[in-house]
């Protein structure tokens, strides 16, 4: 059972600053992997596991998740691997501006809490905003994947970034949906889906050149698409 909280409340509007890469890792210079909303950290701490040559980091907004994951974390002997506590769309976008260019190399979005209500739009992990910051600090070539067990809540998810035009799939890569997760550890969540037999929606994107579009004009034109009841109609 997933225990949601409500990411507008006011004290998860309260930004963190979070720690440079060099106070979170052994050897500060490898490639990142960041996983937005990494629940106990299963996935990230095995990643960490098998791949020691990268860094790996997960952010969770439910504290409860954080303080047992990242005591783990912490005991990593690879020294490559941290779990933090933030809200992504209020913390995250400073810390990866402040990235060398191109240390970020992979961010990924994992069974997201199913906020899919048209009500709840605001509360969902992935907004324009947090989508930008994403784009700045990918370079081309360099992934982005996000998977969900709710069609409802991928949706949205994927139009967004493909309306950002920031984002391709990988040639020959399966559509609509991936049939394998490309990373090599499965999260909590997708285990348990997967015992049951029942669909997980994966989709692979991959950073191109493509200039980011002004915040505004995305979310003006989000907002169109995804809440069209919203939409002032042209006068007769």
């Not at 974390?73 to 990866?96: D, K, T």
């Amino acid at each position: 059972m997933r225990q949601h909280v409500n990411p507008l409340s006011r004290f998860f509007q309260l930004p963190l600053r979070l720690p440079p890469p060099n106070d979170l890792f052994t050897h500060a210079e490898q490639p990142i992997h960041l996983d937005i909303g990494c629940a106990r950290g299963r996935c990230i701490l095995g990643l960490a596991d098998r791949h020691p040559s990268w860094n790996h980091i997960g952010v969770e907004i439910r504290r409860p998740l954080v303080i047992p994951a990242d005591r783990e974390a912490l005991q990593s002997p690879h020294g490559n691997v941290r779990v933090l506590f933030c809200n992504a769309n209020i913390s995250l976008e400073e810390w990866m501006e402040t990235l060398p260019k191109n240390r970020l190399q992979r961010v990924s979005i994992q069974f997201p809490d199913p906020w899919f209500k048209r009500r709840h739009r605001k509360r969902r992990v992935l907004q324009p905003g947090l989508l930008m910051a994403i784009a700045s600090a990918l370079q081309p070539g360099k992934d982005f994947f996000i998977q969900s067990d709710v069609r409802e809540v991928i949706d949205p998810m994927v139009a967004l970034t493909e309306l950002s035009a920031c984002f391709d799939r990988p040639e020959a890569d399966e559509t609509p949906w991936r049939s394998t997760n490309p990373l090599s550890v499965p999260t909590e969540r997708e285990r348990y889906v997967m015992d049951q037999q029942l669909p997980v929606y994966r989709v692979l994107f991959r950073r191109n050149h493509t200039n980011q579009p002004p915040l505004d004009a995305l979310e003006q034109r989000w907002q169109e698409i995804d809440n069209p009841s919203n939409t002032p109609t042209p006068e007769a």
